[in-house]
Each structure stands twice: as structure tokens, then as C-alpha cells.
């Protein structure tokens, strides 16, 4: 796939917990501000594309209706956490095949009326049913980094203390308050070593971005911003020896997200990461290749993936502060690299930034690595 | 879109009340009989595309890691009933695009498990919430419909009767049992005019099928049925006068169907269509384009549509009598669209069909004509 994919809107609500809000109309203000931001009516958009993991039975028809956007195609996606990056993907091969030229994608979850952020699933899921809830999971991860590699609890702290600082800035995110290793290291404990703020809230939210093919973007001079990579895999099962800190899946994804765009972890200057808890950032700055493994303490401790840094991390704040709405976190991603790509992320503005990668990952399903990982790359 | 996608195997459980099965191992068994129809390895499967309006989250990842196909890219569709079409059309567009040459397409849903025929939804599902729920709002059709054309209870049962004359001669049907006009009006009552005989079953099963680029096929020798026209719709909002009784979202979406194929109503030797409830197969005749308006019981009493007439409509028996595991539906019809093309129906055989169409409709929403609408053009 080689033609480019243009993204021309962005919009999204606050992320918080809302459950005096219904979902539908969550997703209507994020539409109504992509739209807005694409200087485009409704009538020019000719397909929708949704991404949700809890909101149920024909989401994007439910929003749609009371907003006079009906008689589309609509197509609901669903891969948990990956859920709204998935459906980026489809839209934007939608797109290069020919069958529109202008999509709106939107991603809702509403988690403080849908359903927490473990995965329940079905019967046959053991691991959660067993106690491998997301926390046990990463937390797991975390002690076995923490032996391998020497990381402290401080080091844990520091990755949600970097996220505040960042997302403070964002009027979109959950939080807006700056936290110190203390705050976070005092927090709760949830699961050893995770403390409170070192996992990602419970929260609800919608994100839309609006794509076009080439001569759509051109005719209304909004050529600027392409998707040049859009990969998705899912994980692999593996009897015998897990790695537990390294993301196979992770690092497959990008791998082709990478060879599609024709660019290295290297050219990247900002990166929307999957950091549902605080280890899953440090992993992943291994597994998307912007350090060795092992390296991504240091990494850390180095400031580069800071705001101010060359390998900015999570500008919006990540899952961490900004929040994690399960399905609008991949749209909040494209939203992110919009607005910095664009030069206006306002006071968390990351300098001249030319290359964004959006991750998700998630859904775990017994056994596996990972249900979903779905990879993004855009340009200006 | 103008270069066509192969079907290129195909293969489905028996449907029926199957609670003590889970419905990942249902999916398995379609899945194998999809790859050994086709006659590839696991492993030549590079996209994999599931439609389920039931199962939750993940499915395809939970259906295929005990079968040993992991990592691969698994995109989870949902539209209602036409959730397993929806899937179809996305897998076509990723070979469209170029994204893969083998795709396998799965559906599945299990009502004896994981929930009944109506619409339950959301809290701000209105319409369901106050006994709209499908067996009425179809109800309420028939009525209408022999108030304006003097249908009688009778022509609403041989649509019954029709469907298992077919088919009883299915091996993956619900039902293989013959059934009189007597017999279905004598059936315990539903929802005025309909009798349980006029509604289709609760059930659970899964079907699936190969998608292929045309090199794929080529390669393989497969080059034979195609996919020539592939739409998706969903429904209009309207206020003011309804029109109960003819399907504006099917004529719609056939209308877009038939363009893209370049082939009229005239041109299809079978039908495979959504008759959730008897009325729904002759409101789909006009919608179809297969007589005029107000004519569809004169179209069904000239015997026309039957497995010896020549617009065979449902010879799998369809879903009054196949059944109609919600997710499953699109691809059954798949799977039956290409036995026939073939000439493999055995004894439910059509006369050399060269033209099939699938067409399911549903996920009614409050005041929308229905959720969503696909219809798929298959040739030989």
C-alpha cells in the first residue's frame, strides 16, 4: 500500500469519569469537533469507521442517528484496547482501495458505566478468572524488569511523574495535576509494585479524526498530515519459556508499521505509547526500538522522552494522566500527533516535530502475549 | 473498485441449540472446513476477519489460538445481523488494497449462551424498551402488508413452507423437517399474523470462508466464484410518515450492489436472504428488485422463487429454516452461494446458477429503518 492517507480533523471530549453522560453523545462532541476542525459538513463524509470494546451492539449507528449523519456505511470494529487503532486501519485501506475518499473514525469507551478495566471476558478466559487481571499481569512484568535489570520502584514512580508532567498541559486529560515520586510511591497499593498512579484510570471518553484520500485532502488544501504505516498483528502462543519483559508483539508490529513507512525507531520524534501501567512504557521504549533491551531505564533517566526531549513519550499525558477510555485511546493518539505534528499542542508543544507513532495493545487473551498491537505512523 | 476477490473456500457447522459446545470450538470447526475446502495450510492465512454480534471481545483471537493460527492481523467486526457481511466486504477491501492475497473470513455467534433474537442493547434502546422488540416491529409489517396488498396468514406460511421444502435437504440446517401451510399456522402463536414457524430459530453455529487476490486463486487454480459487488449501508432517520412496508435500506444498498457489479435484479439466478420472519422475504423480493412493489406474493405463488423456479430464493432454507446465529448468517450464505455456483448443493441443487446475492439486514435502532444493511454479489 503505497498511496498516503491524509488526516485533515482531529477532535475529542475530555477524558474523566462520566456516567451522567451517555456514550452517544460523548461521541457526538468528539464528531462534531473532527468535523469542525476539517472544515468539512457531514454530508462530505462517506464512510464511518468505530472502534469500541465495551459499548455493544452497533455503537456507531447509536451515535450517528441523533446527529443527521445516517444512510452511511458504518462499520464497527472492535480489538479491545486496539480497538480504535484498528479501526484507523481499516479506514485508511478503505481509502487506498478506492471505495471513499473521506472517513470519519471515532473511537468511545465508557468504562464508569460499562465495565472496569480487567478484562472479564468469557468462561473459558482462565488467566483473569485465575487472578491475571491487567494489573497482576504488568505487575508481573514489572518485578521480573526490576530483577533483571536493576530498575527500582523510583524508577516505576518516575514514568507516571513524567506523564503528569506532561498532561498537565492537556485540557483533554483525566488529570491535569503535577505529582512527585513521593505522591505516586505513597498512592495505594494496587498490585506490588504498582501503586495507584502507576496505573491508568477508569474513565470514559470519545476521539474522531477525520481521513481523506490525496485529492480529497488537496482540493481543500489539507494535504499536510499522511498515515504512511498502519499495522496490526495479534499475539503468538508459546508453551515452554515466556519472556515476560520483552513485547514480541510489540516489536512485530512496529517491525512493519516501520518497513511500510520507510523509517527507523530513530526518525521518530513523538511517540503515543500504550503505558496502561507504568513498566509497560519502559518496555515499550525497547519494543517500538528507541533503546537495547534492558536500556530503558536509562532511557528514562536520560530525559529524552520528555517534552523537552528528542524521543518525546506520551506529550497528551499517555493512559497514565490523559486516560484510557479503552476504545477512544487510539483516536486520542491520532488527536496527539495531530496536534503536535501541527505545532499546536500549546504549552506541552514538543519542538518541530516531523515523524508520530501511535501504539496500542492489549486484550489479553490466555496465554497470549497480547489479543491486539496496532502501530500508526504519521508524517507532515 | 474494479478488480475482483476470489471465494475460494468455504465451510460452516451444522446450526442448532448447541449450549454445551463453546462457540471458539464451533468457530475452529468452521475454520477448518473453510481451509480444507480451499485446500491451504494454516499458514497461508494472512489477514483474518470475524463478524459476531454476540460473543464480546476478541473473538477472533479466542477462536484461533488453540488452533494454532496466532499473529496474525485479527480485525473484530460487529454490525447486528449483518455483522458476518460486514467482515466479508472489509476482508474484500484489505485484498482490494493490497494489504494480503489470503484472507480467511469467520462468523459466529451461539444465542443459546450468549442471548435471544430481540434487541436488547442499551438503556436508551426506546423502542425495544416499550415491545418493539423484532418479532413485533416485523408483526407490525405483515399487518400493513396485508392491509395494503390482501396478503392472507396463508402466503405468510408458505414462506415457512418454502424455505424447508429447501432446506430439509441442508445437512447444516437447524431444521430438516418438511412443513405444511397447516402445520405452520397450527404453530404456537408468536406475534400476530406470525405463528413460531414464521419467526426464525434461536440458534448457535459458525461459518467461514478463503478470500483470495486474483493471483492467489490463480496460483492455486481457484480462479472460479468471485465477489463482484460488495455494499454496506445503514438507515435513514426519518420523521413523519413511515413507510412500514418497503425496505428503503435494502433497495439502497442493492442499488449499490448491482452498480458495482454491473448487473441488474434480472441477472441473479439465487438468492440467499435475510427472512428472519416471513414477511421479511417478500418485503425483500421488492426491495431486491425482484418484482415490482405490492407483487411479492404474487412472485412467491408462481412458484419462481423455489429451488426448481429461476430467482431460487434461500435454498439453504435461509433463516426460518437454516437458522440464524447472528454473526454466522453472512457467511452461511456464503458458504451456500458457493455450493450452488459450484453445483454442489446435492439435492437442494439449483439449474446451473451463475449469479448469486446475499443479503442480510438487522440491528434495528431506535427509529432507523435498521442498523445496517450488506449485500454481497458473488459470480461463477
Given at each position: 500500500?503505497?498511496?498516503?492517507?491524509?488526516?485533515?480533523?482531529?477532535?475529542?471530549?475530555?477524558?474523566?469519569?462520566?456516567?451522567?453522560?451517555?456514550?452517544?453523545?460523548?461521541?457526538?462532541?468528539?464528531?462534531?469537533?473532527?468535523?469542525?476542525?476539517?472544515?468539512?459538513?457531514?454530508?462530505?463524509?462517506?464512510?464511518?469507521?468505530?472502534?469500541?470494546?465495551?459499548?455493544?451492539?452497533?455503537?456507531?449507528?447509536?451515535?450517528?442517528?441523533?446527529?443527521?449523519?445516517?444512510?452511511?456505511?458504518?462499520?464497527?470494529?472492535?480489538?479491545?484496547?486496539?480497538?480504535?487503532?484498528?479501526?484507523?486501519?481499516?479506514?485508511?485501506?478503505?481509502?487506498?482501495?478506492?471505495?471513499?475518499?473521506?472517513?470519519?473514525?471515532?473511537?468511545?469507551?465508557?468504562?464508569?458505566?460499562?465495565?472496569?478495566?480487567?478484562?472479564?471476558?468469557?468462561?473459558?478466559?482462565i488467566d483473569p478468572n485465575l487472578g491475571m487481571v491487567m494489573?497482576?499481569?504488568?505487575?508481573?512484568?514489572?518485578?521480573?524488569?526490576?530483577?533483571?535489570?536493576?530498575?527500582?520502584?523510583?524508577?516505576?514512580?518516575?514514568?507516571?511523574?513524567?506523564?503528569?508532567?506532561?498532561?498537565?498541559?492537556?485540557?483533554?486529560?483525566?488529570?491535569?495535576?503535577?505529582?512527585?515520586?513521593?505522591?505516586?510511591?505513597?498512592?495505594?497499593?494496587?498490585?506490588?509494585?504498582?501503586?495507584?498512579?502507576?496505573?491508568?484510570?477508569?474513565?470514559?471518553?470519545?476521539?474522531?479524526?477525520?481521513?481523506?484520500?490525496?485529492?480529497?485532502?488537496?482540493?481543500?488544501?489539507?494535504?499536510?498530515?499522511?498515515?504512511?504505516?498502519?499495522?496490526?498483528?495479534s499475539g503468538i502462543y508459546k508453551t515452554g519459556h515466556r519472556d515476560m519483559v520483552h513485547?514480541?508483539?510489540?516489536?512485530?508490529?512496529?517491525?512493519?508499521?516501520?518497513?511500510?513507512?520507510?523509517?527507523?525507531?530513530?526518525?521518530?520524534?513523538?511517540?503515543?505509547?500504550?503505558?496502561?501501567?507504568?513498566?509497560?512504557?519502559?518496555?515499550?521504549?525497547?519494543?517500538?526500538?528507541?533503546?537495547?533491551?534492558?536500556?530503558?531505564?536509562?532511557?528514562?533517566?536520560?530525559?529524552?522522552?520528555?517534552?523537552?526531549?528528542?524521543?518525546?513519550?506520551?506529550?497528551?499525558?499517555?493512559?497514565?494522566?490523559?486516560?484510557?477510555?479503552?476504545?477512544?485511546?487510539?483516536?486520542?493518539?491520532?488527536?496527539?500527533?495531530?496536534?503536535?505534528?501541527?505545532?499546536?499542542?500549546?504549552?506541552?508543544?514538543?519542538?518541530?516535530?516531523?515523524?508520530?507513532?501511535?501504539?496500542?495493545?492489549?486484550?489479553?487473551?490466555?496465554?497470549?502475549?497480547?489479543?491486539?498491537?496496532?502501530?500508526?505512523?504519521?508524517?507532515?
Amino acid at each position: 500500500m503505497s498511496s498516503s492517507v491524509y488526516v485533515t480533523g482531529v477532535g475529542m471530549t475530555k477524558f474523566a469519569r462520566m456516567p451522567d453522560r451517555s456514550f452517544e453523545e460523548m461521541g457526538r462532541e468528539a464528531v462534531r469537533a473532527a468535523l469542525k476542525d476539517a472544515n468539512i459538513e457531514r454530508s462530505a463524509v462517506q464512510e464511518v469507521f468505530c472502534g469500541s470494546a465495551l459499548t455493544g451492539r452497533s455503537m456507531g449507528q447509536r451515535v450517528l442517528r441523533d446527529f443527521g449523519m445516517t444512510g452511511l456505511p458504518i462499520t464497527n470494529v472492535e480489538n479491545a484496547c486496539a480497538s480504535g487503532s484498528t479501526a484507523v486501519r481499516e479506514a485508511a485501506t478503505a481509502i487506498r482501495a478506492g471505495r471513499c475518499d473521506v472517513a470519519l473514525v471515532l473511537g468511545i469507551d465508557q468504562l464508569s458505566r460499562l465495565g472496569g478495566g480487567t478484562i472479564p471476558g468469557v468462561e473459558t478466559d482462565i488467566d483473569p478468572n485465575l487472578g491475571m487481571v491487567m494489573p497482576a499481569v504488568y505487575a508481573m512484568r514489572a518485578r521480573r524488569y526490576m530483577h533483571e535489570y536493576g530498575m527500582t520502584r523510583e524508577d516505576l514512580a518516575e514514568v507516571a511523574v513524567k506523564a503528569h508532567a506532561a498532561g498537565k498541559h492537556n485540557p483533554y486529560a483525566q488529570f491535569r495535576n503535577e505529582v512527585t515520586v513521593e505522591d505516586v510511591l505513597a498512592s495505594r497499593m494496587i498490585a506490588d509494585p504498582f501503586t495507584l498512579m502507576m496505573c491508568c484510570p477508569t474513565g470514559d471518553g470519545a476521539a474522531a479524526a477525520i481521513l481523506m484520500s490525496p485529492q480529497a485532502a488537496r482540493v481543500r488544501g489539507a494535504d499536510k498530515i499522511r498515515i504512511v504505516g498502519s499495522s496490526l498483528q495479534s499475539g503468538i502462543y508459546k508453551t515452554g519459556h515466556r519472556d515476560m519483559v520483552h513485547s514480541e508483539l510489540t516489536k512485530r508490529t512496529a517491525k512493519l508499521a516501520y518497513e511500510e513507512a520507510g523509517i527507523g525507531p530513530e526518525d521518530v520524534d513523538i511517540a503515543e505509547m500504550h503505558d496502561a501501567f507504568t513498566i509497560a512504557e519502559l518496555m515499550y521504549y525497547e519494543a517500538l526500538g528507541f533503546c537495547a533491551g534492558g536500556d530503558a531505564v536509562s532511557l528514562l533517566r536520560s530525559g529524552r522522552t520528555r517534552i523537552t526531549g528528542d524521543i518525546c513519550v506520551n506529550p497528551s499525558g499517555g493512559l497514565l494522566c490523559r486516560g484510557h477510555p479503552v476504545g477512544a485511546t487510539g483516536l486520542a493518539q491520532i488527536c496527539e500527533s495531530v496536534w503536535q505534528l501541527r505545532g499546536d499542542a500549546g504549552p506541552r508543544q514538543v519542538d518541530k516535530p516531523r515523524v508520530a507513532l501511535t501504539h496500542c495493545t492489549g486484550g489479553g487473551v490466555s496465554g497470549l502475549d497480547h489479543g491486539s498491537c496496532a502501530v500508526n505512523i504519521l508524517v507532515t
